[in-house]
């Protein structure tokens, strides 16, 4: 069928309205159509009254020309008023059920496409979506019958038809005229006696003989009947054999075309029509149609309007006429006739020669030749006289024909001045009549539901749809299948859910009217709509139509599960599922059913019955289904296929699938990238698992399956779908050729998985790999109630791709893969077991722990590596293999970290590699990671790296015992982690390498022991010495602490017990008590050593200034071991385990302060610019037991203690070198290393509040003596030293000695104390001139008077101090080189003789 235009529509009202001719003809003539397969000469002339092109001016009612292109009329046989029966529910129901065809149900809309909803596709017309309608309004209105209350089915003219073969065709037609058609009509019909009469005769081309005299006939007939008279010639045809076969299909189908448009649902069999006809004969029969409607049927119409209005132009003429009807009514002498009767049906109508049905004709009239403006007036006009004579089927009819003529002109009205001349009409028609007009009142809804499609006043188009009787069955299922299409046309945009809840009406008036493949497309468009997002189809993309409606069906129910539709997604499912079971189509049937045990929003009664239907309908159809989706079969590994169902119960999300290697070792596996550099061994770069194993390993596959129902199910024989791709090479090279042919894996079954309703649980698979290759997990079967056979895909779901700007802006997602993983023969398996490891520690005490190694592989291991989280928790030793004797004997040795020795040595030095390296990487197996030594090789010394020593190789079946100490670090809870990497490869030791790994989380509970602190003060007899106090405080309750040794290190100070001779010989500190320790730090003799200083210097110099970031290390320190034994027994503080354990402890924590200090320097730089030990800077160490209970030992200590003398030497590196800085190509580059100067310089700002002195001056006693052996006054010699603490600058001093006269001059010079100060002055000279050299003393001699003898404060002086060279040297972020100082303390002597 074509496409329907908008003004079509307007022709389909027009065609309806069209004037009607009675065709009356001779028994010759019926001979003559027979031979063309037309019954009658009305049907030969049927196809020609469609749009007959007049092309003439006519006058409408006002006198006003317009021009009437073409014009429609219908011919008919015969003319009768006769009653019209009811339409009966079941009449209709026959009519819609003939214009729905067998194939109308798998019909889809052209608006669903795999898109969803295609916004182009709903400016199409709505007749395309729903062929039916379109043929039942066809046939509805070719079956309208002639009515007393409207003219449009009466004849206005009567065509009578005699052939020119007869004797007498004048005779014939006489004849004619007083046949009883034409006697009703005249009678019964709205024309009456003013019917027009047009005559034809016909020439049948057969009649050869009747040629000759034709024409004379034709004037006889002329003569008789004057104008109104036309001669046609048909069956020119008469060589039937000869005939253009192309020619005669054209012929055919105009009567074809005609008859599926007027009379869509009559039976047509496949006849030839106008076989005798050629084109000459078809042209012959349109000219004589035309001219029957220019010359004749157009002009009486015209003259009848004018005749009409002229005699009803008082009735027309308003309120003046109106008033003097009323008088003449009201006061005449004579009453009027009455002029209305009652008609066949019962209703009151007017008679035809009433002025009321004379204006009904002329509306009538007028709105056939399209003057719709007049008609439109008289019919308001009509319809007044109707109303007051209650003639309300008049009434209607007129009604309805003032809306049709507001809507048939172009001009937009507003629904309120027309929709309610469509209301009153329909509800005259059905509840006002004598009896309900159903068919009127349908052809009314018809005729405006058509009118508003053409305005696209689609949104009153539901409720005049709505208005069709509830009575009438199929018929209002289509008009609501009309209205659901109607709010897809709205103007602003789609209304889904409207559309959704008409069509499901619609389905349910289907359904109950029989027709069950409307009712399952209508079924299926709310399960679409409802599920589908409207979406934008770009105008580039082609338009592709979903051809199977089932593809989009079950992402539609998805999406309507998880909304507040699920309810009536569930409505639907079992309808559609019941109608296909009806259907005997049993694979759509068990999916609909299937689709009910998506939601757990259906009440628990209504999902067991959904659930025993679905069983049911398995165990009853089972030898009938055949699935051909690939997803419902599956393969068993000996080649037989099982056919099973794709199930939404239970849910399984793809995603939280886990994989586990090994599932009976302990830790978490993976495959992790090593980096050096403190890192944490961390997943690919891409962040995609890498899941392998090795042949023989066994592999658990975590499923979590969830119960969406609110009833209880189980699965049994739950088990994994897998496939398995060999690897030739590897496969041949683990089997060694001989076992290709054996089981690749084995899969284990769970037997019964019981899940309540909206239970979660864990179902736990294992695997066990006995090949090479590739393993996929495509996905799970079992019985769903131990009935029905389900199989789940698993699939991970695509990646969010973010790539383009089309991808960011549009969600576009990369394609689903499946689960898996590679069964490696090379692939190391690695069994870790830790043992002894403790949960609870107190702080500072260790405990020594155990890591098992066993290679499981088929394959050595080359490279094993220890990551730890907390470097400063653990000490790792050296690896011992497991059953050897001297693996024994140095595991039973290795139970202490510490090694206790009677004679220890108060100091020792020792050279240390220097290199702040990351201590939270151990290589177990292979070649070390990096040496701690240096280039000093020649030095007496040996350096001390202090490094495990890793085993070659750990082969196949070997295992591995590598002794772990645990510390109590820090106080608190701790959740340290720790990672074994393997590898069946040697580990690349400068980028890092990728490792399978095994983490472990340790859970430790630090609880308090000791609490440590340091304090420092000055010495008062030599500035260059510093008093460093430890307090030491008991925090346990009931346990007393023995203190075993104190031992400090450091690179420019020895260290000794202030008090030695009356020393206990045992420190005991009690619970709760606090012990104070008192050592005096001296610098040691011989050249002071500044290698890490200036390395730092240098290096960050070049880090910030120079285009090459330094890549060189510190070099070693000679370190100065100070030991104070506190008990009986010391402990080797040089020893190898101990100091290695103590130098990764101040390595982690000097980098956890750099880092803080300097956030804008990378980690990986830390080795290049920064030493592990500082020349100055003090370690401390104190070494305790457990008194009694389990005899634990530990220790504490303290790192970097601050003497208060200066060393802020990290500003000399702020100071660009000679060279220049390097220059910056980018601006940002730039702004960055300003930025990292400046860090730098305020961390300096920040450290300025330390008490730091750069020189310091001390007085001491030499000698007294009295100046005269009777005189009372003495001399004490004094020696004052001056001593400078810079390693980098060397000083000129003025030092002032003040007296207690001169102290009101100068208040500065005397400091707070209660000392005599009046009974002595300073003699001799009392300003010197000093040079200080780095690290460097000056003394000086000094003489005080005294007057009497005693104790006397003689710290009074004043120290003026300059850099040597300062502005050479000194960086602007650095602190000023000039210094003025004061005494701090006061200096007492006793002067006695």
């Known amino acids: 069928m074509p496409r329907p235009t908008l003004a079509q529509k307007r022709d389909f009202v027009a065609k309806a309205f069209c004037p009607r001719a009675l065709v009356l003809s001779t028994p010759a003539i019926a001979d003559a159509c027979a031979v063309n397969n037309c019954s009658t000469f009305a049907d030969l002339l049927a196809p020609f009254g469609q749009d007959v092109s007049t092309q003439i001016t006519i006058q409408d009612g006002q006198g006003a020309p317009y021009f009437l292109d073409k014009l429609n009329i219908k011919f008919t046989t015969d003319f009768k008023i006769k009653k019209r029966s009811p339409h009966s529910r079941t009449e209709i129901d026959d009519l819609v059920h003939t214009s729905v065809t067998d194939d109308s149900g798998q019909t889809n809309v052209p608006f669903l496409t795999e898109h969803g909803v295609d916004p182009r596709e709903l400016s199409s017309d709505i007749s395309m979506w729903a062929p039916w309608y379109t043929l039942f309004r066809q046939q509805w209105i070719s079956t309208m019958q002639a009515s007393e209350h409207e003219s449009f089915m009466h004849p206005v003219a009567c065509v009578l038809v005699a052939s020119g073969s007869e004797e007498d065709p004048v005779g014939a037609l006489r004849t004619l005229q007083s046949h009883p058609a034409v006697n009703r009509v005249q009678t019964q019909g709205f024309s009456g006696a003013n019917v027009l009469f047009y005559y034809v005769l016909v020439h049948d081309g057969r009649d050869s003989g009747v040629l000759q005299i034709i024409d004379h006939k034709f004037d006889q007939v002329r003569r008789a009947f004057g104008q109104n008279s036309s001669l046609l010639k048909i069956n020119s045809n008469t060589d039937l054999i000869e005939a253009d076969t192309s020619e005669q299909s054209k012929i055919s189908s105009i009567w074809a075309n005609s008859l599926s448009t007027t009379q869509p649902l009559t039976p047509h069999p496949d006849s030839v029509f106008g076989s005798m006809l050629n084109m000459r004969d078809v042209t012959a029969l349109r000219d004589a149609v035309k001219q029957m409607m220019v010359r004749g049927i157009v002009p009486h119409m015209q003259y009848m309007i004018r005749v009409l209005s002229d005699q009803t132009a008082n009735q027309r003429r308003g309120i003046t006429g109106r008033l003097f009807s009323a008088g003449r009514r009201y006061f005449g002498t004579a009453a009027k006739a009455s002029s209305t009767q009652t008609g066949v049906d019962g209703d009151v109508y007017f008679c035809y020669d009433s002025a009321e049905a004379q204006m009904r004709k002329l509306a009538d009239y007028s709105f056939m030749l399209k003057d719709f403006r007049f008609a439109q007036s008289v019919y308001q006009v009509a319809r007044r006289d109707f109303q007051s004579e209650k003639?309300?089927?008049?009434?209607?009819?007129?009604?309805?024909?003032?809306?049709?003529?507001?809507?048939?002109?172009?001009?937009?009205?507003?629904?309120?001045?027309?929709?309610?001349?469509?209301?009153?009409?329909?509800?005259?028609?059905?509840?006002?009549?004598?009896?309900?007009?159903?068919?009127?009142?349908?052809?009314?809804?018809?005729?405006?539901?058509?009118?508003?499609?053409?305005?696209?006043?689609?949104?009153?188009?539901?409720?005049?749809?709505?208005?069709?009787?509830?009575?009438?069955?199929?018929?209002?299922?289509?008009?609501?299948?009309?209205?659901?299409?109607?709010?897809?046309?709205?103007?602003?945009?789609?209304?889904?859910?409207?559309?959704?809840?008409?069509?499901?009406?619609?389905?349910?008036?289907?359904?109950?009217?029989?027709?069950?493949?409307?009712?399952?497309?209508?079924?299926?468009?709310?399960?679409?709509?409802?599920?589908?997002?409207?979406?934008?189809?770009?105008?580039?993309?082609?338009?592709?139509?979903?051809?199977?409606?089932?593809?989009?069906?079950?992402?539609?129910?998805?999406?309507?599960?998880?909304?507040?539709?699920?309810?009536?997604?569930?409505?639907?499912?079992?309808?559609?599922?019941?109608?296909?079971?009806?259907?005997?189509?049993?694979?759509?049937?068990?999916?609909?059913?299937?689709?009910?045990?998506?939601?757990?929003?259906?009440?628990?009664?209504?999902?067991?019955?959904?659930?025993?239907?679905?069983?049911?309908?398995?165990?009853?159809?089972?030898?009938?289904?055949?699935?051909?989706?690939?997803?419902?079969?599956?393969?068993?590994?000996?080649?037989?296929?099982?056919?099973?169902?794709?199930?939404?119960?239970?849910?399984?999300?793809?995603?939280?699938?886990?994989?586990?290697?090994?599932?009976?070792?302990?830790?978490?596996?993976?495959?992790?990238?090593?980096?050096?550099?403190?890192?944490?061994?961390?997943?690919?770069?891409?962040?995609?698992?890498?899941?392998?194993?090795?042949?023989?390993?066994?592999?658990?596959?975590?499923?979590?399956?969830?119960?969406?129902?609110?009833?209880?199910?189980?699965?049994?024989?739950?088990?994994?779908?897998?496939?398995?791709?060999?690897?030739?090479?590897?496969?041949?090279?683990?089997?060694?050729?001989?076992?290709?042919?054996?089981?690749?894996?084995?899969?284990?079954?769970?037997?019964?998985?019981?899940?309540?309703?909206?239970?979660?649980?864990?179902?736990?698979?294992?695997?066990?790999?006995?090949?090479?290759?590739?393993?996929?997990?495509?996905?799970?079967?079992?019985?769903?109630?131990?009935?029905?056979?389900?199989?789940?895909?698993?699939?991970?779901?695509?990646?969010?791709l973010n790539d383009t700007m089309e991808q960011r802006v549009t969600p576009t997602y990369s394609a689903d893969t499946q689960l898996g993983f590679q069964i490696d023969a090379s692939f190391p398996r690695l069994e870790a077991v830790l043992e002894d490891f403790p949960d609870t520690l107190m702080s500072g005490s260790m405990q020594r722990a155990l890591i098992r190694l066993t290679n499981r592989a088929q394959q050595p291991c080359q490279s094993i590596m220890l990551w730890l989280s907390h470097p400063s928790f653990f000490d790792v030793a050296s690896p011992l293999p497991i059953g050897t004797d001297e693996a024994s004997a140095e595991l039973a040795e290795s139970q202490s970290m510490y090694v206790y020795s009677e004679s220890v040595e108060a100091t020792a030095e020792v050279?240390?590699?220097?290199?702040?390296?990351?201590?939270?990487?151990?290589?177990?197996?292979?070649?070390?990671?990096?040496?701690?030594?240096?280039?000093?090789?020649?030095?007496?010394?040996?350096?001390?790296?202090?490094?495990?020593?890793?085993?070659?190789?750990?082969?196949?079946?070997?295992?591995?015992?590598?002794?772990?100490?645990?510390?109590?670090?820090?106080?608190?809870?701790?959740?340290?982690?720790?990672?074994?990497?393997?590898?069946?490869?040697?580990?690349?030791?400068?980028?890092?390498?990728?490792?399978?790994?095994?983490?472990?989380?340790?859970?430790?509970?630090?609880?308090?022991?000791?609490?440590?602190?340091?304090?420092?003060?000055?010495?008062?007899?030599?500035?260059?010495?510093?008093?460093?106090?430890?307090?030491?405080?008991?925090?346990?309750?009931?346990?007393?602490?023995?203190?075993?040794?104190?031992?400090?290190?450091?690179?420019?100070?020895?260290?000794?017990?202030?008090?030695?001779?009356?020393?206990?010989?045992?420190?005991?500190?009690?619970?709760?008590?606090?012990?104070?320790?008192?050592?005096?730090?001296?610098?040691?003799?011989?050249?002071?050593?500044?290698?890490?200083?200036?390395?730092?210097?240098?290096?960050?110099?070049?880090?910030?200034?120079?285009?090459?970031?330094?890549?060189?290390?510190?070099?070693?320190?000679?370190?100065?071991?100070?030991?104070?034994?506190?008990?009986?027994?010391?402990?080797?503080?040089?020893?190898?385990?101990?100091?290695?354990?103590?130098?990764?402890?101040?390595?982690?924590?000097?980098?956890?302060?750099?880092?803080?200090a300097y956030p804008l320097i990378p980690d990986k730089f830390y080795s290049a610019l920064f030493p592990l030990y500082e020349t100055f800077g003090i370690d401390f160490v104190l070494f305790w037991s457990e008194i009694g209970g389990k005899g634990r030992t530990g220790h504490h200590s303290i790192t970097g203690i601050d003497l208060g003398v200066p060393h802020d030497y990290i500003n000399e590196a702020l100071t660009p070198p000679a060279s220049g800085a390097a220059r910056m190509w980018l601006k940002d580059t730039e702004h960055d290393r300003q930025d990292l100067i400046q860090s730098i310089a305020n961390r300096s700002a920040a450290s300025a509040h330390r008490t730091e002195r750069t020189l310091d001056v001390a007085l001491r006693l030499t000698g007294v003596r009295r100046v005269s052996e009777t005189d009372t006054l003495c001399v004490a010699d004094i020696e004052v030293s001056v001593y400078n603490h810079s390693w980098q600058h060397a000083y000129d001093a003025t030092l002032r000695l003040v007296s207690p006269s001169e102290s009101d001059q100068a208040p500065e010079t005397k400091p707070e104390c209660s000392g005599p100060r009046a009974a002595w002055t300073w003699c001799g000279v009392t300003t010197h001139t000093l040079s200080v050299k780095a690290l460097g003393s000056v003394y000086v001699q000094a003489q005080v008077a005294c007057s009497a003898l005693g104790v006397i404060d003689v710290g009074m002086w004043e120290l003026s101090a300059t850099a040597v060279n300062a502005s050479a040297t000194i960086s602007p972020y650095a602190k000023s080189l000039e210094c003025r100082l004061h005494p701090l303390h006061p200096s007492f002597i006793n002067v006695t003789i």
Request: neutral net charge; aromatic residues 6%; hydrophobic residues 40%.
């Open 911 to 1156: 050279l240390a590699a220097n290199v702040l390296r990351d201590c939270s990487i151990f290589v177990i197996a292979g070649p070390a990671i990096v040496s701690d030594g240096s280039a000093a090789a020649g030095t007496e010394c040996e350096i001390k790296s202090h490094a495990l020593v890793p085993v070659e190789t750990l082969g196949p079946g070997e295992s591995l015992l590598v002794p772990v100490w645990i510390r109590g670090d820090r106080v608190g809870a701790h959740t340290l982690s720790m990672a074994i990497g393997a590898s069946t490869t040697r580990a690349v030791t400068t980028t890092g390498c990728k490792m399978r790994t095994r983490k472990f989380e340790i859970d430790l509970v630090v609880t308090p022991s000791l609490r440590v602190n340091a304090f420092v003060r000055p010495s008062v007899q030599n500035p260059h010495e510093r008093i460093l106090g430890i307090e030491v405080e008991n925090v346990q309750s009931g346990l007393d602490i023995q203190l075993v040794q104190s031992t400090f290190t450091s690179g420019h100070y020895e260290l000794s017990p202030l008090r030695t001779g009356n020393m206990p010989r045992v420190v005991r500190v009690g619970s709760k008590q606090t012990v104070n320790l008192m050592y005096k730090a001296m610098p040691r003799a011989g050249d002071v050593q500044t290698q890490p200083e200036q390395f730092t210097i240098a290096a960050l110099q070049q880090y910030i200034f120079a285009k090459d970031k330094p890549t060189a290390v510190p070099a070693p320190i000679q370190l100065v071991y100070s030991n104070a034994v506190l008990g009986h027994q010391g402990i080797d503080s040089t020893h190898s385990s101990l100091q290695g354990y103590i130098a990764r402890s101040q390595a982690h924590r000097r980098r956890t302060m750099l880092r803080n």
């Open 391 to 800: 003639a309300w089927k008049c009434y209607a009819g007129a009604q309805e024909m003032v809306g049709v003529c507001k809507l048939m002109l172009e001009v937009h009205a507003t629904r309120a001045e027309f929709d309610s001349n469509f209301e009153d009409a329909v509800t005259m028609y059905l509840h006002k009549t004598h009896a309900p007009c159903q068919h009127l009142a349908i052809r009314c809804i018809v005729i405006y539901y058509e009118l508003l499609k053409h305005h696209k006043l689609y949104s009153f188009a539901p409720s005049t749809l709505l208005r069709v009787p509830s009575t009438s069955g199929a018929l209002r299922a289509m008009a609501s299948e009309q209205a659901a299409y109607s709010f897809l046309k709205f103007p602003n945009r789609p209304e889904l859910r409207k559309f959704s809840f008409y069509a499901m009406l619609a389905a349910q008036e289907y359904q109950k009217a029989g027709i069950a493949s409307l009712a399952h497309r209508c079924l299926r468009m709310v399960r679409l709509s409802l599920g589908a997002a409207l979406v934008t189809v770009e105008s580039e993309s082609p338009e592709k139509p979903v051809d199977d409606v089932s593809t989009l069906e079950s992402g539609a129910s998805r999406a309507l599960a998880s909304s507040n539709w699920s309810s009536i997604d569930s409505y639907i499912n079992h309808e559609l599922g019941t109608q296909c079971m009806a259907a005997q189509d049993y694979g759509h049937a068990l999916q609909y059913f299937m689709a009910l045990m998506g939601s757990d929003q259906i009440p628990p009664k209504l999902q067991s019955k959904y659930l025993q239907e679905l069983l049911q309908l398995y165990l009853e159809s089972s030898d009938k289904l055949y699935l051909e989706s690939e997803k419902a079969s599956t393969m068993d590994l000996d080649g037989s296929q099982n056919k099973r169902v794709e199930l939404s119960v239970p849910t399984i999300d793809a995603r939280m699938i886990r994989v586990i290697m090994s599932p009976d070792l302990e830790g978490e596996d993976g495959v992790l990238e090593w980096r050096y550099g403190g890192a944490a061994p961390t997943a690919h770069v891409n962040g995609s698992a890498d899941h392998r194993c090795s042949v023989g390993e066994s592999v658990a596959v975590l499923v979590v399956v969830k119960n969406p129902l609110t009833i209880g199910i189980t699965l049994n024989g739950f088990t994994l779908d897998c496939h398995f791709d060999a690897d030739a090479a590897l496969d041949a090279e683990a089997t060694n050729g001989n076992e290709s042919e054996s089981p690749a894996f084995a899969i284990t079954t769970v037997d019964t998985v019981v899940l309540e309703g909206g239970q979660t649980s864990m179902v736990t698979v294992t695997i066990t790999t006995h090949r090479a290759g590739r393993l996929t997990i495509r996905g799970a079967t079992y019985l769903l109630c131990d009935i029905l056979p389900t199989y789940k895909t698993l699939k991970m779901p695509g990646k969010r």
